[in-house]
């Protein structure tokens, strides 16, 4: 057995899970609670973010083991797809289009700050310290930053095609792992207390969020004109529609991407060799087919609500990837990295503030990139459930840029170290 399993208090992931969904109920019901300390608490303390940062305690404290659990497998696997056709399944796609141009625009400009932060990224760290982006041939430092840049700009797919193409030594490819989730999930808890902060945001920004409110709201009526108390059979159908579709997403995604990969491999570069991207692809596909059809109408018996949950568990699971202890053991390259994400997120505050976009836009323009299809609806749901799909069709923009644009940073960073 390997070591680092042996270290947690709890490796059992069924007591795990229980753990998880007891302290996602704990925050739901205080957040609820009209008791005047709870309601001051939540004020001041995003509920997601709570949701996503205690379990991340658990890890770092050492009563659980995030590193090696297969919950964030599960979820992300299973319950994202699940949750990503039960969100889309009621989504007004002409609402969603009504919302414009700035949405890619700062999609865009959050990819950009990707590519052009790595570079200068490492010419801000050497002229602070020469010795922190140091090494040759495979320790090479940019060489294992090329894999954040993958993950960064798309995900997983796009980060082990980097570690394919650069060839970075498997010591360092754990080192940047370690500073990749650990910078780009700090950066998602700030972005959660600014879902709270939103109004303020947008008015500082002078930004004109009224196609959200209008998507939003369009949502939340239908939502409640369609609304009735949900049967046995409402809930079984609706597991079925999630559960049903997100096998049949497994069964196409096992077949597609070993055919491409075996018949055009150049197609890797599109991440259309990923099994996990045409997963997610076939989900919110299915999801925005069956809108279209009288399935819509479960959304009055809680589809999205159900849809809901699976997010929020998934956040969990997210948040016990986090060992903040880990900060410390590669606090050079941590920093190297947060100079990194810090330019990502000047860039998309002056755009931001040129076009006046809604804090909105940014925040999942920026998930998008930094954790795509695993973060960004996670992010839009945050401002509402109805606002997930914006997320995952942002995402999927990520897959097809994630190898293009993490290639170029990597010759960028090549030049420039």
């Given at each position: 057995m390997d070591q680092n399993q042996t270290s947690a208090l709890i490796e059992n992931d069924a007591v795990v899970l229980g753990i998880l969904m007891m302290v996602l109920a704990g925050i739901f019901y205080t957040s609820n609670?009209?008791?005047?300390?709870?309601?001051?608490?939540?004020?001041?303390?995003?509920?997601?973010?709570?949701?996503?940062?205690?379990?991340?305690?658990?890890?770092?404290?050492?009563v659980v083991d995030g590193e090696h659990s297969q919950l964030y497998f599960v979820a992300s696997?299973?319950?994202?797809?699940?949750?990503?056709?039960?969100?889309?399944?009621?989504?007004?796609?002409?609402?969603?289009?009504?919302?414009?141009?700035?949405?890619?625009?700062?999609?865009?400009?959050?990819?950009?700050?990707?590519?052009?932060?790595?570079?200068?990224?490492?010419?801000?760290?050497?002229?602070?310290?020469?010795?922190?982006?140091?090494?040759?041939?495979?320790?090479?430092?940019?060489?294992?930053?090329?894999?954040?840049?993958?993950?960064?700009?798309?995900?997983?797919?796009?980060q082990a095609a980097m570690y394919e193409i650069f060839k970075p030594s498997d010591r360092l490819y754990s080192i940047m792992i370690t500073v990749d989730v650990l910078v780009a999930e700090v950066w998602m808890a700030v972005l959660l207390i600014g879902v709270g902060k939103s109004n303020q945001i947008d008015n500082y920004f002078k930004a004109d969020a009224s196609s959200v409110v209008s998507l939003k709201n369009t949502m939340h009526e239908f939502s409640k004109k369609t609304a009735r108390i949900p049967s046995t059979i409402d809930l079984m159908v609706i597991l079925a529609i999630a559960l049903g579709l997100t096998g049949i997403a497994h069964l196409f995604a096992d077949y597609l991407?070993?055919?491409?990969?075996?018949?055009?491999?150049?197609?890797?570069?599109?991440?259309?060799?990923?099994?996990?991207?045409?997963?997610?692809?076939?989900?919110?596909?299915?999801g925005i087919g069956l809108s279209f059809t009288k399935f819509r109408q479960y959304e009055g018996a809680g589809a999205s609500k159900i849809g809901t949950v699976f997010i929020y568990v998934l956040v969990a699971t997210i948040g016990m990837k986090m060992d903040v202890t880990k900060i410390f053991d590669n606090i050079g390259l941590f920093l190297v990295g947060a100079i990194w994400m810090a330019i990502h997120v000047i860039l998309l505050l002056i755009v931001g503030k040129l076009i006046r976009a809604p804090y909105f836009f940014l925040a999942v323009g920026s998930k998008a990139n930094i954790g795509g299809a695993a973060s960004a609806p996670v992010v839009a749901a945050a401002f509402h459930p109805s606002l997930a799909p914006v997320g995952v069709l942002l995402a999927v923009l990520g897959y097809a840029f994630g190898t293009y644009g993490a290639w170029m940073c990597g010759l960028l960073m090549q030049a420039v170290a």
């Amino acid at each position: 057995m390997d070591q680092n399993q042996t270290s947690a208090l709890i490796e059992n992931d069924a007591v795990v899970l229980g753990i998880l969904m007891m302290v996602l109920a704990g925050i739901f019901y205080t957040s609820n609670s009209s008791h005047p300390v709870f309601k001051k608490f939540y004020k001041v303390v995003p509920m997601l973010l709570l949701c996503y940062f205690i379990p991340s305690l658990l890890t770092s404290f050492g009563v659980v083991d995030g590193e090696h659990s297969q919950l964030y497998f599960v979820a992300s696997h299973f319950l994202l797809p699940a949750s990503l056709i039960l969100l889309t399944l009621s989504i007004n796609l002409r609402e969603v289009f009504k919302l414009g141009s700035k949405a890619l625009i700062m999609f865009l400009t959050g990819t950009v700050g990707v590519i052009i932060g790595g570079p200068l990224a490492i010419l801000i760290a050497s002229a602070i310290n020469p010795d922190l982006i140091g090494g040759a041939g495979p320790d090479a430092v940019w060489k294992g930053m090329t894999t954040i840049a993958g993950s960064w700009i798309g995900g997983g797919a796009n980060q082990a095609a980097m570690y394919e193409i650069f060839k970075p030594s498997d010591r360092l490819y754990s080192i940047m792992i370690t500073v990749d989730v650990l910078v780009a999930e700090v950066w998602m808890a700030v972005l959660l207390i600014g879902v709270g902060k939103s109004n303020q945001i947008d008015n500082y920004f002078k930004a004109d969020a009224s196609s959200v409110v209008s998507l939003k709201n369009t949502m939340h009526e239908f939502s409640k004109k369609t609304a009735r108390i949900p049967s046995t059979i409402d809930l079984m159908v609706i597991l079925a529609i999630a559960l049903g579709l997100t096998g049949i997403a497994h069964l196409f995604a096992d077949y597609l991407a070993p055919f491409i990969q075996n018949h055009a491999p150049f197609l890797n570069r599109f991440s259309l060799t990923s099994k996990f991207f045409w997963l997610i692809i076939l989900s919110t596909t299915f999801g925005i087919g069956l809108s279209f059809t009288k399935f819509r109408q479960y959304e009055g018996a809680g589809a999205s609500k159900i849809g809901t949950v699976f997010i929020y568990v998934l956040v969990a699971t997210i948040g016990m990837k986090m060992d903040v202890t880990k900060i410390f053991d590669n606090i050079g390259l941590f920093l190297v990295g947060a100079i990194w994400m810090a330019i990502h997120v000047i860039l998309l505050l002056i755009v931001g503030k040129l076009i006046r976009a809604p804090y909105f836009f940014l925040a999942v323009g920026s998930k998008a990139n930094i954790g795509g299809a695993a973060s960004a609806p996670v992010v839009a749901a945050a401002f509402h459930p109805s606002l997930a799909p914006v997320g995952v069709l942002l995402a999927v923009l990520g897959y097809a840029f994630g190898t293009y644009g993490a290639w170029m940073c990597g010759l960028l960073m090549q030049a420039v170290a």
